[in-house]
């Protein structure tokens, strides 16, 4: 069935593909990326289209006042700032851009693998400050490491075969890939208990849902190696924070890197200026390429929609 959409709002900063696209196949755009809540539900009613990235949050009130509402897309891979039950029970088609963002995703996460190994932020910070401190920053080569993936879709996949490189042993979990999918790609399935005795670093790429809320956790950090690195880059909230800091204080952890937060942008800091830490805003898919084609994944899907073409989303 085609849908018909006349007016768009994309109420998050969002590469202007989007727009040329929507308008060129005569959809009416407005861009606002300066809504504040109380407005969005004011406006809401006047589009049948919304596209967000992350800012937006998309709530249970926002869809109730979205009286012509047909479609919400993300331009990105989670639809965590959606209310995707709140939309489904009214109708409303949520579509979000899964692979658009995957590869700048996995290149940011190989590259906090590197800089843990060799503390390279911090040692900047140091010669920055008009230190030569060389003996402070003794690193350890990633070849030979083992490193465990949590999560062996899209971006697990691209971090493993990108860090087998190096050198690196891969090891992963994943519920619903087996062992011999994963195989093809370098990577020896275990279990989470398996995994665990064995990593030199961990990095998690698994959707933040209930069974993946804390899953490395102070239970975690008892079984792991003295000194293991955790990097997350999924969603805040997979990497328990406190028992992260507990584990870096007190020499259980070796190091972390996290680009996302259970609260962005976190009202403490107390994790992000542990001097083990390295951590990045939320940059995964901030790439101009991961943003290009989110942007046109998304209005493409939009048009399809209105073409009555097959409805994508993951
Ligand atoms: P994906 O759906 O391709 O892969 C996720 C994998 O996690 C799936 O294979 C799934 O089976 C697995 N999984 C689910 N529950 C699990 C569990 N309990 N234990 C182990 N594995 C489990 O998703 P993706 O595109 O690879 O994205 C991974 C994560 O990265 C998501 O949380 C996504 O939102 C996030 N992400 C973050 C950024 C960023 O900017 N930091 C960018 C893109 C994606
Ligand atoms: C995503 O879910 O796509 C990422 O978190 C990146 C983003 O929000 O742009």
Known sequence: MALTLKKVLISDEVDPKCVQILQANGVDVVKDTKLTKEQLIQEIPKYDGLIVRSATKVTADVIAAASNLKIIGRAGTGVDNIDCDAAT??????????????LSAAELTCTMVCVLS????????????????????????????????????????????????????????????????????????????????????ITVHTPLIPKTKNMINAEVFSKCKKGVKIINVARGGIVDEEA??????????????????????PKDFTLVQHPLVVSTPHLGANTTEAQSRVAEEIAQQFVDAMQGKSLFGA
């Open 244 to 265: 992260l800091l507990e584990a870096l204080n007190a020499g259980i952890c070796g190091g972390a890197a996290l680009d996302v937060f259970i609260q962005e942008p």
């Open 89 to 102: 029970k009214k109708g409303i088609i949520v579509m979000n851009t899964p692979g658009g963002n995957t």
């Open 118 to 201: 060799r503390q390279v932020p911090q040692a900047n910070d140091s010669l920055r400050a008009g230190r030569w401190d060389r003996k402070k920053f003794m690193g350890s080569e990633i070849f030979g490491k083992t490193l465990a993936i949590v999560g062996l879709g899209r971006i697990g996949k691209e971090v493993a075969t990108r860090m087998q490189s190096f050198g690196m042993r891969t090891i992963g979990f994943d519920p619903i890939i087996p062992a011999d999918v994963v195989a093809e790609f370098g990577v020896e399935w275990m279990s989470l208990e398996e995994l665990w005795p064995l990593a030199d670093y």
